[in-house]
C-alpha cells in the first residue's frame, strides 16, 4: 500500500490518483469510504471541524479486508494507517501562496483557512507520518512539479532512491506569505 497524504488543498486527491494510474493500482480516498460507510466507519460527527470523526479500528478492519498490495491510499491523516503494511508514504506539499488560493476558491472560512495553512507551515501531516511509520517510508513531493514527483515516488519504489527525502524549505519566506495572508483574512 501506498500512502498519500497532505493538507486540505496541497494537491493529494489529484497526486494519488495520477500516481495509481501511472502505477497500475487501484485508488482509495479514506474520506469517501468512511462518508460511503459512516453506519461502520464513523463514530459521530465534529460540529467544529464540520467532518465526520473517524473510528479508527473499525477502519483498519475494513482495510485489512482489502488488496492492500494494489492499493495508493489517500489520507488526511496517516496515522490512520498505522499498523498496516505500506511501501512508502507520500506527503503532497505546495507553496503556501497556492494553497491559500486553492483553499479559498474552495469557499473555506477564513477560520479553516488559517488551520490549514498553520498545519502545512508547521509540518503537521509530515510530523505525524514520521511518528507513524519512521523516516524511512516517508517521501515529500512538490505538487506544483507533477511529474517530477511521479518520477521521484517511482524511482523510491524501484529502489534507486531511498527515503526519507524531504524538499528544501524556506520558513522565513513562508512565514512571511503567511503574515501577509493573515492580513487579508482578517480585512
Known sequence: MIVVSGVPGSGKTCFARLLSKELNMDYLSITSLVQEKRSTLSSGFDERRGSLIVNDEALLNELRRLPLDRLVVESISPSLLEGLPVQVVVITRCPVRDLFFRLERRGYPPQKILENLEAELLDVPLIEALNSFGEDLV???????????????RSVLDGKVRPPVFLPRDKDAEFSIFEEILKILRK
Open 139 to 153: 517521501v515529500e513531493v512538490d505538487t506544483s512539479v507533477v511529474d517530477k514527483s511521479l518520477n521521484l515516488v
